[in-house]
């Protein structure tokens, strides 16, 4: 859903200069304010997309985490992608969808093992460890 802004547009009383005015100020007050450091995209957005109040916008940011705040993102950033071994041995940190393939065929193997429809010798042959 996308809110539509409602256009300022000068009333009786009011001149195209004194809407323009009122919005700068209203900018100000978002941007120069200590809680808009850090979440500058955020009320850049607020700004330009809806018709909130300045003081409305500020609160929204108080509530939001700045830029970068989050742990979990810090140190993804850090540390960069992880690789992620399954149980059945099969790395899944180069090609996703290969690694998942060869993790399935593995895993049928070892079921029709289990169950009798293939030998220990078939299974080798399909690189299962067999096991003792």
Do not use: W
Request: with cysteine.
């Amino acid at each position: 859903m996308t809110i539509k802004p409602k256009v300022a547009s000068p009333t009786n009383s009011q001149t195209v200069a004194d809407v323009r005015a009122e919005e700068r100020i209203r900018m100000r007050d978002v941007l120069m304010s200590p809680e808009a450091k850090g979440r500058t995209n955020l009320a850049v957005k607020l700004l330009v997309n809806s018709p909130l109040s300045a003081s409305a916008i500020v609160d929204m940011l108080a509530d939001t985490p700045r830029d970068g705040a989050s742990a979990f993102f810090q140190a993804m950033a850090q540390e960069g992608s992880v690789g992620i071994t399954s149980p059945i041995g099969g790395a899944i940190n180069e090609d996703h969808k290969a690694s998942r393939i060869e993790e399935c065929k593995r895993a049928g193997t070892q079921h029709a093992l289990a169950r009798g429809y293939i030998s220990a010798e078939q299974a080798k042959a399909r690189g299962v460890n067999v096991g003792a």
